[in-house]
């Protein structure tokens, strides 16, 4: 069908620290990774999420998304690092101000044979990525609709220059059981039509 595979490898989140929440530890990694690349995967998927604009927290966030993906560098996949922000948080302009910060740091470290996705929460200022989407070690930068509504997500997208959809919570919106085969199927085909558009916009 033309879908590119992508194995989810978290497993959860933990209490909050400093403002944010790391992944659990993930218990035979290698051997699922190793599944991973068997099974014809292209890449993973591993979230975390970040409250409040604290650098301690966001330092310790990017560098467990980072260590975790060079390993899954080195196992032949392509690690999408997707350190959240949430959408509710009051410092969320500050926090991705620090967060850009952070990651720039670690993609500037690679290797050139080291390459990653990132995926993130719509920014508060428009084009605020655009180091990061610029930047030769990241094949793509997605945005997560993080709870917004999908007109308010596809607002948001259409401003941000080279960003692309990777939504959700916003793509299934108004999607319910009761839904025959025939609604589900109309209500899909034009979710993914309006979220297509607002990307085209920002490229």
Known sequence: K?????????????GE???????KPIPDFDDLLKKGKEAGCFGTKMRSLIKLADLDGIKAIVSQQFELGMKICAAGLIPIIEPEVDIKSPEKEEAEVLLKQEILKHLDQLGPDQKVMLKLTLPSVVNHYKECIDH??????VALSGGYT??????????QNGMVAS???????GLK?????????TKLD??????????????
């Open 2 to 14: 033309g879908i590119v595979p992508f194995l989810k490898v978290d497993k959860g989140l933990m």
């Open 17 to 23: 620290k400093d403002g944010v929440q790391l992944m």
């Open 136 to 141: 030769e070690n990241c094949i793509r930068v």
């Open 150 to 159: 999908r007109k308010e997500a596809n607002e948001h997208l259409a401003k």
């Open 167 to 173: 939504f959700s919570r916003a793509l299934t919106e």
């Open 177 to 185: 059981v009761s839904d025959t085969a025939d609604e589900f199927e």
């Open 190 to 203: 034009d979710s993914i039509e309006s979220i297509f558009e607002a990307s085209k916009a920002g490229i």
